[in-house]
């Protein structure tokens, strides 16, 4: 089992794995993040909200956020 840790945490395994594909992969789990986002019911969204404005979205405020990490990982 100690071994298994060992090896799994020096991602010497990963070495295999090009550039491409990785970026390709992390952006896609952006993507994934995003999709979940969506799927929150608007109930939870503004819990504690008596005054509900579009400002209280708190879908929109995540996706602003994902979308500037993904371009900024898109184009570095």
Known sequence: ???LLKY???FEWLS???MSASKSVFL???VVIG???LLLPKDYIYEGVENRRWWHNLKLWAWGDLAFIFI?????
């Open 1 to 3: 089992m100690l071994n």
């Open 8 to 10: 799994l945490l020096n």
């Open 16 to 18: 295999g794995v090009g």
């Open 28 to 30: 896609i789990l952006f």
């Open 35 to 37: 999709i979940l986002v």
């Open 72 to 76: 900024t990982y898109y184009i570095f």
